[in-house]
């Protein structure tokens, strides 16, 4: 299993844009500062599973980490982005973390409704996909919090849709943004459904024996690899960059 290392993202001021780009989240950084060195890092990324894949990217693909707050929803989230600019296939990135999503935060959504409803109430796909301002990319948000998330990601319907939307978008790349492995049991459920497995590691946050369970847990067949987030050496040597500190999961 290969490590390849993405650098510390520095929380980023807003760059000038379009209205409505203020409720964008600023470590977005595929999206609002496409040429910073922070996006170069996830283009790299990119780069390395189309080289390790022959050039296809596997789909539906997995993004998870062992524990929360360690940068997986930042990795889908831009890594979805990245893809939808420069190789103009269409993605579609879905929050399946029913428990603390943040997708939809990320480009600026307030709490819509999404995977959970579709789930429990029936609601048709169509209705709950939502566009982002980059024109290749839709997102399918989490919804609202459901009291038994496990079981939802678990279910026949949630398989049945991840046959659904790869059979009929097969034009479009889609990216899963797991729960964590480590804390639920949602992450390893729903690898069965994928072609692939990115894990989001933190440097010098990831216990180690957490890290071979989610390893042994998940498969070393599915396994695409793992990308190291906060790396600090990357930064020093690009002294304008401080350290990444936004927190996910509320700082968890």
Sequence with gaps: ?????????PRMP??????????????LVSLLAPQSFEAE?????KAQILYRTAGVIP????????????????????LAVSIAQELDRHVLLIDCDLRKPGIHSLFGFADPPGLSEFLTQGTALSDLLLRTRERCL???????LPPNPSELLSSRKMADLLIEVSARYKDRVIIL????VAMTAEGNTLAQ???????????NGTPKDQLKELVKRMGTEKILGAVLNNVDKYAQSYGRYRKYQEKYYGGA
């Design 1 to 9: 299993m290969s490590v390849e290392k993405i650098p510390s993202i």
């Design 14 to 27: 807003l760059p000038q844009g379009k209205a409505g780009d203020a409720r964008i989240h600023p470590n």
């Design 41 to 45: 890092q996830i283009k790299l990324l």
């Design 59 to 78: 789909s539906p693909m997995a993004v998870t980490s062992a524990l929360p707050g360690e940068g997986k929803s930042f990795i889908s989230a831009n």
């Design 138 to 144: 839709s997102i399918l948000p989490a919804g609202a």
């Design 177 to 180: 943004d797991t729960p964590p």
């Design 193 to 203: 459904f994928v072609e692939a497995v990115l894990l989001v590691v933190k440097h």
